[in-house]
């Protein structure tokens, strides 16, 4: 009943800006944690920043001060702003989200379908 509709990858050179968009769509009571993960060829799927239902934000090392996530709750959003990405920052971008169903007391994590960052001159 719940999905997860990811948009705004493609292609951007090092230096420019991307900006990441997954909604939640269905029904639910609530959404909880939210955050956005990521996966390149051959590699293992890694964590690249999470957002708390107040607002705690956790980012990995390797995008501090480059990339900011955020929330809208009003539109059960969350977006990954991404500003000077490298070509290590190639890979498929996953959002996960925390939904809370009436008459539950913990979040079921879902993923969206995944969106495609290319990173190159």
């Known amino acids: 009943q719940v999905q997860l509709v990811e948009s705004g990858g493609g292609l951007v050179q090092p230096g420019g800006s991307l900006r990441l968009s997954c909604a939640a769509s269905g029904r639910f009571f609530s959404i909880n944690a939210m955050g956005w993960y990521r996966q390149a060829p051959g590699k293992q799927r890694e964590l690249v920043a999470t957002?708390?239902?107040?607002?705690?934000?956790n980012y990995a090392d390797a995008v501090k001060g480059r990339f900011t996530i955020s929330r809208d709750n009003a539109k059960n959003t969350v977006y990954l702003q991404m500003n000077s990405p490298k070509a290590e920052d190639t890979a498929v971008y996953y959002c996960n989200v925390g939904i809370v169903y009436y008459n539950h007391n913990s979040p079921t994590n879902y993923w969206g379908q995944g969106t495609q960052v290319t990173v190159s001159s």
């Open positions: 957002i708390a239902n107040g607002g705690n934000t």
